[in-house]
């Protein structure tokens, strides 16, 4: 049972099974702590509102108010379109779950009648005021050149490669800084490629000419090779769908980590066909998996995707197939 006076803090320990009321002296310092705590957020929140109306003023040739209440702001990579209606109710009723946390985003060509959208996300703290999260999500939209490659910004990343693609675009130059400091990355436009390190002395080709394929092709060069050499013509088509080669940025990242990645992943870390492909040509990888495909349970159309399905049967088959290859590479 429920003690109030545990809950008030109003029992004697000396008098054991008797509740005494907490003094009127107590209790009144008690509201006027909780009111002067109220009143503070109160005052910390009406600077802050101060502060995003500031922002908006001094920000005016990028900021703009439409008749809606909507906020326009001009990036450097898109135009967006804020909810601010949205956001007022969800602070003036924190139980309102309209908030504003889809933001159209528009390209920079002009402001279209169907919009792509993106959850965008900044960091807060349970201190931030209302109004500093406001002011803070604005500001990182007006410098989305420099926020959409922040870690938490993959919704925005998605949506702005939605609307642009591969194509030299507003992304094209912070994009070409970002990753050649992070895998030392070269787009060459003029043939549609990107090239990059991965693990190991390979590197890796992405090329993103094909108007016809779903994915990528994609070729890797081996350590004192000056040839490139094919893995896959279409990488969508001819993996599995595994979320590692799913998208620009996840593609990028899982191949820079390859092939030393490989040799410690699980079934579901990475695409059942691409490790293949590596260990078939990459003996070290090789030797690690055949323990998993040489086990008495083994069964290639047993293996599972990352969604817990099982694979496709073409894709069972083109497993078999790099499994013998395995073999032979490690047996040889």
């Known amino acids: 049972m429920v003690r109030w006076g545990d809950i008030f803090g109003d029992d004697d320990d000396d008098d054991v099974g008797v509740t005494k009321p907490v003094s009127l002296d107590e209790q009144q310092q008690r509201r006027g702590s909780m009111l002067e705590t109220m009143l503070m957020m109160s005052e910390a929140s009406k600077r802050a509102a101060y502060w995003v109306e500031e922002i908006i003023s001094n920000n005016e040739e990028r900021m703009k108010l439409d008749k809606d209440g909507r906020l326009l702001i001009t990036g450097h990579l898109a135009f967006y379109r804020v909810n601010i209606n949205a956001f007022l109710s969800k602070f003036n009723n924190p139980f309102d779950y ?14 279209v009648e169907s919009p792509k959208t993106a959850c965008v996300q900044i ?9 500093d999260f406001l002011g803070g999500y604005i500001l990182g939209l007006m410098n989305d050149s420099a926020s959409w490659l922040e870690e938490n910004m993959h919704p925005l990343r998605r949506t702005l490669f939605d609307i642009y693609g591969m194509s030299r ?9 970002y990753l ?14 990107f090239t990059f390190n991965g693990t190991n002395g390979w590197k890796w080709r992405i090329n993103f000419a094909n108007p016809l394929a779903q994915g990528y092709e994609i070729k890797y060069q081996k350590p004192r090779q000056s040839w490139w050499n094919l893995m896959f013509s279409d990488h969508t088509k001819e993996t599995t769908g595994h979320h590692t080669m799913s998208g620009f940025f996840g593609l990028v990242e899982h191949l820079s980590e390859a092939p030393k990645f490989l040799r410690t992943a699980s079934e579901w870390e990475t695409d059942p066909i691409f490790i293949r492909e590596v260990a078939s ?13 040489d086990a008495e349970d083994y069964s290639a159309d047993r293996i599972y995707s990352f969604y817990d399905e099982p694979i496709e049967s073409d894709e069972a088959v083109r497993v078999s197939i790099l499994d013998d290859i395995i073999r032979q590479t490690v047996w040889a």
């Open 98 to 111: 309209n908030s504003f946390d889809s933001v159209e985003v528009h390209p920079k060509s002009g402001l």
């Open 281 to 293: 040509v990459y003996p070290p990888l090789a030797k690690v998996l055949i323990h998993r495909i």
């Open 180 to 193: 050649a400091q992070s895998v030392g990355g070269v787009f060459n436009w003029q043939e549609d490629t």
């Open 123 to 131: 960091r807060t703290s349970g201190a931030m005021p209302a109004y």
């Open 169 to 177: 675009s507003p992304l094209t130059e912070s994009l070409s800084r």
